[in-house]
């Protein structure tokens, strides 16, 4: 199963077997509105904090991949996801309420992919028949707890990006017939540190990271961009997503612009004042779970790798002037032919 110095391959390939994705009301007013099950109106999603909010993003997203499914939590063998709040709380406590046996995962805004690579491992070598993965982010949360609240009303830079309140979940089984996109490949990312400390400027930190991750997948695969129909990262924004084309660029690794494309650029407007793109854990979560999927099972897509990034700092090692460490973990999806398993 190990395949080259940093990947897996998946044999036989665990199925996506159902989905779930929520967002709040900023994500209602995005590009990419269908992507979302369950939109909520105001932030606080009532709930009486920002916090609880996004406790309530993941259980709905969880709620509405095990609805798909027609699972309920007894169903799953093992539940893999974390998030940015300290301690990864507001993960901890849905999975009080899902009732799953749980495993807290703490990637950042890789939480995505980490948590999908590890579920695919563990149903692929046989220690579960069904885990359920996911994370999500809540924009006033992250804020707080970052950077400034948002009733601060302090002004950012244009390299600054706007944390998604979102939430994407699955469901991966043993595929034993099962019908849905598959998970065949995944490289598990180093942690990259390139010396930036502006924790504003994540997208310029995390795309060294995404492109070496990218680039050791190609590596251990044997293959290039022309084998996929999309390379979709996860928060690189407009200034990350320029920088990895000029690192690729720089590696001699021919990447075509369009193969190339970021979900922190998909899941909102052009006219939404998110300066340079999206961020967040949920933001590649509910991109994955919801567009992504669905691009698969209508035949729109046929084979993708999606590289989520995250930025490993935490508010005590940027207050004691620390860098900020990266990684990226890639995982390949795709849609067997005939639509099954």
């Known amino acids: 199963m190990k395949t080259g110095k940093q990947s897996f391959s998946y044999s036989p390939a665990p199925v996506i077997e159902a989905s779930g994705t929520a967002g709040g009301p ?49 169903d799953m063998d093992l539940l893999f996801a974390g998030d940015l709040t300290n301690q990864m709380t507001s993960t901890t406590f849905a999975g009080r309420t899902l009732g799953i046996p749980y495993v807290g995962l703490f990637g950042a805004c890789s939480t995505s992919m980490e948590s999908l690579a590890l579920a695919a491992l563990t149903v692929a070598s046989g220690g579960a028949d069904r885990v359920l993965c996911g994370t ?133 407007s052009q006219n939404q004042p998110v300066n340079a793109g999206a961020s967040g854990c949920g933001c590649s979560a509910a991109v994955t779970y919801g567009h992504i999927i669905k691009g698969l099972e209508s035949g729109n897509l046929s084979k993708v790798l999606i590289a989520a990034t995250g930025a490993l700092l935490s508010p005590v090692s940027y207050q004691q002037g620390e860098t900020i460490p990266c990684i990226a973990h890639a995982v390949v999806i795709e849609q067997p032919k005939g639509g099954g398993a």
């Open 136 to 268: 999500s982010s809540h924009n006033a949360a992250m804020e707080r707890q970052f950077r400034y609240p948002t009733e601060y009303g302090a002004q950012k830079p244009p390299t600054a990006q706007w944390t998604a309140s979102a939430a994407g979940a699955a469901v991966i089984a043993a595929p034993n017939g099962k019908q849905g996109p598959v998970v065949t490949k995944a490289t598990i990312g180093r942690v990259i540190d390139r010396g930036i400390a502006d924790p504003f400027n994540m997208g310029a930190a995390m795309a060294p990271a995404a492109v070496d991750t990218i680039d050791q997948h190609f590596q251990d695969f044997h293959t290039t961009a022309d084998d996929y129909d999309l390379i979709l990262t996860g928060d690189l924004g407009r200034v990350g997503r320029m920088l990895a084309l000029d690192l690729f660029a720089e590696k001699k690794i021919d990447m075509p612009e369009e193969k190339l494309q970021d979900a922190g650029l998909m899941i909102y």
């Open 26 to 74: 900023f994500e209602a007013a995005g590009s990419m509105r269908e992507a979302f099950d369950i939109l909520f109106d105001d932030l606080y999603m009532g709930m009486d904090s920002f916090e609880k909010a996004q406790q309530k993003l993941f259980e709905t997203a969880a709620s509405e991949a095990l609805r798909h499914g027609d699972f309920s939590g007894s």
